[in-house]
């Protein structure tokens, strides 16, 4: 992905990983990568990028209130819109199968309006972070638990922007056991092979759509800038 440096062997070695706030706002606004259909796994991210380092306060509504790390406070139209959601309906139910599953914990607060949630696990992924060094919510990077990505990637069927999500959360650079890493970052699923070449099957079954999906999403995602596809011939796979 352009102008984002991974680190060697991020997610080879390390249960962490980093996610960079400049990215997650960028994905937000681009409304050309649809959501619709989705695993959750771009929700949770989406809410994590606004949680807060350090301790803050926020007014809404003529009362002011309190957030710690791991914490953010906003409207439901705020919510409604990163989701790119229709009603809020829509955004509490995302919220509640989130919480249910054991993502977060949020609350309803000014007669229905406004939503406070906790990232749980917040502190543990981020402890080595200073808490209380200033960091917009726009800017900076944070860590979350590589399983709990990997989890929600599986919960449903992936939307475009979740596909996107799951290559950059899994792309690899300069591993010297990782064929290729070292002419640039690649994704690589862990299928233990040192290979990160794969069939539109394989990837059909990751992400729960068809392999005429995949095609079509890989395609329109090289087409836009953000991934590199390499073919091969026969059943070698991309």
Same mark, same amino acid.
């Given at each position: 992905?352009?102008? +984002?440096?991974?680190?060697?062997?991020? !997610?080879?070695?390390? *249960?962490? %990983?980093?996610?960079?706030?400049?990215?997650?706002?960028?994905?937000?606004? =681009?409304?050309?990568?649809?959501? &619709?259909?989705?695993?959750?796994?771009?929700?949770?991210? !989406?809410?994590?990028?606004?949680?807060?380092?350090?301790?803050?306060?926020?007014?809404? =509504?003529?009362?002011?209130?309190?957030?710690?790390?791991?914490?953010?406070?906003?409207?439901?139209?705020?919510?409604? &819109?990163?989701?790119?959601?229709?009603?809020?309906?829509?955004?509490?139910?995302?919220?509640?199968?989130?919480?249910?599953?054991? +993502?977060?914990?949020?609350?309803?607060?000014?007669?229905?309006?406004?939503?406070?949630?906790?990232? @749980?696990?917040?502190?543990?992924? $981020?402890?080595? @972070?200073?808490?209380?060094?200033?960091? /917009?919510?726009?800017?900076?990077?944070?860590?979350?638990?590589?399983?709990?990505?990997?989890?929600?990637?599986?919960?449903?069927? %992936?939307?475009?922007?979740?596909?996107?999500?799951?290559?950059?959360?899994?792309?690899? +650079?300069?591993?010297?056991? @990782? @064929?290729?890493?070292?002419? /640039? *970052?690649?994704?690589?699923?862990? $299928?233990?092979?040192?290979? *990160?070449?794969?069939?539109?099957?394989?990837?059909?079954?990751?992400?729960?759509?068809?392999k005429a999906t995949v095609s079509r999403v890989?395609?329109?995602?090289?087409?836009?800038?953000?991934?590199?596809?390499?073919?091969?011939?026969?059943?070698?796979?991309?």
């Amino acid at each position: 992905m352009p102008d +984002y440096q991974l680190k060697i062997k991020q !997610v080879i070695d390390y *249960p962490r %990983c980093r996610i960079y706030r400049q990215f997650i706002q960028s994905l937000i606004e =681009d409304s050309s990568i649809r959501v &619709k259909r989705t695993s959750y796994l771009y929700f949770y991210v !989406v809410l994590s990028t606004h949680a807060n380092f350090r301790t803050s306060y926020r007014r809404l =509504d003529g009362f002011t209130y309190t957030v710690f790390p791991g914490e953010w406070i906003c409207t439901q139209v705020e919510i409604k &819109k990163w989701f790119r959601c229709r009603s809020s309906a829509d955004v509490l139910h995302i919220l509640d199968h989130l919480q249910k599953n054991g +993502y977060i914990n949020f609350t309803i607060l000014g007669r229905g309006s406004i939503i406070k949630y906790t990232i @749980i696990g917040w502190e543990k992924n $981020n402890a080595i @972070i200073d808490h209380h060094a200033p960091c /917009a919510k726009t800017t900076g990077f944070f860590f979350l638990c590589f399983r709990r990505l990997t989890e929600l990637t599986s919960m449903g069927k %992936c939307a475009e922007k979740d596909i996107l999500l799951d290559c950059w959360f899994n792309a690899v +650079y300069n591993d010297f056991r @990782i @064929i290729s890493s070292d002419k /640039a *970052p690649v994704v690589y699923f862990r $299928n233990h092979s040192n290979r *990160p070449v794969l069939s539109y099957a394989e990837l059909a079954d990751r992400w729960g759509i068809s392999k005429a999906t995949v095609s079509r999403v890989l395609n329109k995602l090289s087409e836009q800038g953000h991934i590199t596809v390499i073919s091969f011939s026969g059943t070698s796979g991309s």
